[in-house]
């Protein structure tokens, strides 16, 4: 235990009155960098950890830049279900991490589709009850799940040179209150396959546009915020 405490004590505290020496650094362009350490204190017993805000943003306009609004996935882990799993753990996953929707994903990592809140809360799964005779928790996420060759997907390459009205006007032409952006650019798989980097979604333009949506129907949801973007 000792041995241990003395390594923790020289790995991340200086002692008092100890002289903190440079590091020095020649750089390939024959002058010396000097960096210095920074002070350092020990953690307190009541310190906590904070979580993203998932609900905040900067706030934008339609001439705004769409890449303001988009979440990017290369900086941020999105949340994923797999395709066996009840739309039950499904609602549960979305509530617990306050998203509205799931990438479906397999064992390495790739798209198999998307599911939302309104898939789930929507009139679909009650259809299946009705048309297979099963009960609503026998409902799996690959039942009523958007596949992936059926999602609409921008390039980052497009995003980049886009504006958040553009992007209202692609995800109501498409219906859709999501929409997935993939980077062509990248290295991608032998069998072809695109990697996805970024989702826009309809609630999160609407908050960072200064929206309270009201509705989640989204006839009435693009309504709202064309009229906030018009006005």
């Known amino acids: 235990m000792k041995e241990r405490d003395d390594f923790l004590r020289l790995m991340f505290f200086q002692a008092s009155g100890e002289v903190s020496t440079p590091l020095k650094i020649s750089k390939t362009d024959g002058l010396a960098r000097s960096y210095h350490p920074l002070p350092q204190s020990r953690l307190r017993s009541s310190a906590g950890y904070r979580l993203p805000d998932r609900s905040a943003g900067v706030p934008v306009g339609a001439e705004s830049a ?13 949340v994923t279900i797999g395709s066996f799993a009840s739309i039950g753990q499904a609602n549960q996953t979305m509530i617990a991490y306050g998203v509205r929707a799931l990438f479906v994903a397999d064992d390495h990592h790739r798209v198999l589709g998307l599911i939302t809140s309104r898939d ?3 009139e679909r799964p009650m259809q299946l009850t009705q048309q297979r005779g099963i009960r609503h928790d026998e409902i799996l996420v690959r039942d009523i799940m958007t596949p992936a060759e059926r999602l609409e997907v921008i390039d980052l390459a497009v995003v980049l040179h886009a504006r958040v009205g553009d992007i209202v006007a692609t995800l109501k032409q498409s219906g859709r209150q999501h929409g997935l952006v993939v980077d062509e650019s990248v290295d ?5 396959g695109q990697m996805v980097c970024g989702i826009f979604s309809l609630t999160q333009i609407a908050r960072q546009l200064g929206i309270a ?3 989640v129907e989204i006839g009435r949801t693009f309504a709202e915020i ?3 973007i018009g006005s």
């Open 66 to 78: 769409a890449i303001e609004v988009m979440t990017d996935l290369r900086k941020v882990t999105p």
């Open 226 to 228: 064309e009229s906030a």
């Open 213 to 215: 949506l009201e509705t």
């Open 188 to 192: 991608r798989a032998a069998d072809g």
């Open 120 to 122: 789930v809360l929507g």
